[in-house]
């Protein structure tokens, strides 16, 4: 009995464990598309004749909206991933039945408080965290020694 019940469980289990990846992920392809942009921005500017000032405004408007993305990304995700465990209601929450069918209200409750308190700023710290890691990545010189 309890080894067919562990098929039920096993995707909201893979679902707790592996939260961060989707926004770690997205974090480190918005850092390589910033850091692309900058890079073609550095490659026209030789030839351009721009201000320094309006280059750099670019810049800062380009990375807010990056930044505004990553928040809105990491905010859907959390709700994404309420919304996928609400129907397939995990073993771990409290007040859950052994139905993962059914939601009773108790465990709806606190899997919000679950979404909200470990899901959201876990995401968050996961996304920010590959961010900057990409940045620093390509930010670093080379430490190789040539001969």
């Known amino acids: 009995m309890m080894i067919l019940a562990i098929p039920d469980r096993l995707p909201s289990l893979i679902v707790l464990v592996g939260f961060w990846i989707p926004p770690a ?3 480190w392809v918005a850092a390589g598309s910033l850091l692309r942009s900058a890079t073609r921005e550095r490659a026209t500017r030789e030839g351009a ?11 800062r408007e380009r990375a807010t909206r990056t930044y505004a993305w990553l928040a809105i990304f990491v905010l859907g995700y959390a709700a994404a991933w309420f919304t996928f465990n609400l129907g ?5 929450i409290p007040g859950a039945t052994t139905d993962p069918t059914f939601a009773p209200p108790r465990a709806v409750a606190a899997l919000a408080v679950v979404a909200g308190a470990l899901i959201l700023p876990g995401s968050a710290l996961a996304c920010a965290w590959a961010f900057r890691r990409r940045g620093r990545m390509s930010g670093r010189p080379s430490t190789s020694r040539e001969p």
Do not use: C, N
């Open 25 to 27: 992920v997205a974090g």
């Open 49 to 59: 004749t721009r201000e320094g000032a309006t280059r750099e405004r670019a810049t």
């Open 88 to 92: 397939r209601m995990p073993p771990y």
